[in-house]
């Protein structure tokens, strides 16, 4: 149990269009989603936190008009990034957990490349 | 802020011998750590957590120590294979409940 998954797995754009990556957690219903991006060889840094029904909370530096996240459902959460740029090409990771503080079940990750 | 740091980026270990990772923290409100294997181009995968009412915890092949009054946090892993070739992360988990991942450390095992 505890399965969480990414799509797209990959994903390729131009600089200045808008990328939406899904998080879904496949067998609980998570209350709370996280999103985190790391670069290569670097640890992963937490961008926000959402919770279902309410509006995420982002960390120091990062720009919410850019990373845009949406947490409609118990069990989707999504994060769009709007006007890309070749600086936004990283390894993005969502984790879900079934309540506040609870557990953290990470999903594959999704790796995107601006051109 | 604070953070959780590692104190070696690499360590190579001949298979079949035993593995240690090293964690600092310096949070000392922090009350629950865990530590993540990710392999490349994965998410992270839980290896074993451990509060900080317990100085010790056993797992399968894992074990995590956790010394409070220097605030290190260890990693043993008994045995260790080539699919333990990965790069580790410990993390703590703050009065938010959001995590704060160490630097990692890559584990190479040679056969």
């Known amino acids: 149990g505890a399965v969480v998954s990414q799509h797209p797995s990959r994903v390729i754009c131009k600089s200045g269009t808008s990328v939406k990556i899904e998080c879904r957690s496949l067998d609980f219903q998570a209350t709370t989603m996280f999103w985190y991006r790391q670069f290569p060889k670097q640890s992963l840094m937490l961008m926000a936190t959402s919770n279902e029904g309410s509006k995420a909370t982002y960390e120091q530096g990062v720009e919410k008009d850019k990373f845009l996240i949406n947490h409609a459902s118990l069990t989707l959460s999504t994060l769009t990034v709007t006007s890309a740029h070749p600086e936004d090409s990283s390894f993005y990771i969502c984790?879900?957990?079934?309540?506040?503080?609870?557990?953290?079940?990470f999903g594959p990750g999704t790796r995107l490349t601006v051109l | 802020g604070e953070s959780v740091g590692l104190h070696l980026p690499t360590l190579s270990v001949q298979e079949g011998d035993n593995s240690i990772i090293n964690c600092a923290y310096s949070n000392s409100a922090s009350d629950y750590f865990i530590w993540y294997k990710q392999e490349s181009g994965k998410g992270p995968q839980f290896i074993i957590d451990i509060r900080s009412n317990m100085d010790k915890r056993q797992g399968q092949r894992v074990t995590v120590l956790l010394n409070k009054t220097v605030k290190h946090l260890s990693l043993q892993i008994a045995a260790t294979q080539p699919g333990d070739s990965a790069v580790y992360f410990c993390a703590e988990n703050d009065n938010d409940y959001k995590l704060s991942f160490g630097a990692g450390t890559t584990v190479t095992v040679r056969a």
């Open positions: 984790s879900a957990a079934r309540k506040s503080g609870g557990k953290q079940f």
